[in-house]
């Protein structure tokens, strides 16, 4: 069965990012919840920042879970990428990234890799493929003892050069062996870079492994003009049972773009 959730960020530095809540994460909830979500999609500065305990009581209060947790954060308030060629570096950056898993096990929940995959030197690529292989492999295993997968997520050319095209990740991490990783695939960085995005997911298959289920112009789903019923079709041929999350800009507010969002899923999924 397919779930809905809603992205919350708390991270000052992408106050001006595709997150459809900014700061209250305990308003958050409540409000997703009351709107008929299933879950929340957290973004946090780093781990220590949020005490699962509190976040555990306040989901449960208002009856839902926790979607996923962003490790965004590392790239965007720290600067760490998977990929530094730096050994030091590179390693706290895994380290950071470890603490997200940490905390998203508690929920059950599991960590996204997006931004902080990074780039690599121009003529460096077989080193930067490398060097995110290794860190995949290293925290996927990390993710393991919570009974969740990793999930990566592949970037339109404008923000990575690493893994741009769906297909292309999914082959390299079958090709590879990189054991419990799954992509999350995000319709918005698709519509860029897919020629059919329905054939894509299909590709992907069973390594499909989060959804971010938003519109062309990164609003809403039902703002743009994506064709969501091929994808939808898709979804469902490949057996997909998770989330379909909403990073969508909170525009005109947070209110109407979660609104929208869980009004298109419903339409769309029957959930």
């Not at 925290?139 to 969740?148: C, I, N, P, T």
């Not at 990783?181 to 897919?194: G, R, T």
């Not at 379909?244 to 009004?263: G, H, R, T």
Request: proline share 4%; glycine share 10%; charged share 20%.
């Amino acid at each position: 069965m397919i779930r809905t959730a809603v992205t919350v960020s708390l991270v000052p530095q992408a106050r001006r990012g595709p997150f459809v809540y900014h700061g209250d994460l305990a308003g958050s909830i409540v409000t997703a919840a009351r709107l008929g979500f299933d879950a929340v999609e957290i973004f946090p500065p780093d781990a220590a920042a949020i005490d699962a305990a509190d976040v555990r009581r306040m989901t449960a209060d208002a009856g839902i879970g926790v979607a996923a947790v962003g490790s965004g954060a590392g790239f965007v308030a720290h600067g760490l990428t998977l990929i530094d060629v730096d050994v030091a570096a590179r390693r706290r950056a895994v380290d950071f990234v470890k603490g997200i898993i940490d905390l998203g096990g508690a929920f059950s929940a599991p960590a996204i890799i997006g931004s902080m995959q990074g780039r690599h030197a121009e003529g460096e690529r077989d080193r930067g493929v490398g060097l995110l292989a290794e860190s995949l492999a290293e925290l996927g295993g990390h993710a393991k003892q919570y009974g969740v997968p990793l999930l990566y997520e592949p970037l339109n050319r404008y923000e990575t050069n690493m893994f741009n095209r769906q297909a292309e990740a999914a082959n390299w991490v079958r090709a590879r062996g990189i054991g419990n990783v799954k992509l999350l695939c995000d319709l918005f960085h698709m519509n860029i870079e897919e020629a059919d995005l329905a054939a894509s997911l299909r590709v992907v298959g069973e390594l499909v492994g989060h959804v971010h289920f938003v519109d062309s112009n990164r609003l809403a789903a039902g703002h743009g003009h994506i064709d969501f019923s091929p994808i939808v079709r898709a979804l469902r041929d490949v057996n997909y049972q998770g989330y379909v999350s909403a990073e969508c800009f909170p525009l005109p507010d947070s209110e109407a773009a979660a609104a929208a969002s869980i009004e298109t899923y419903r339409r769309l999924f029957h959930c």
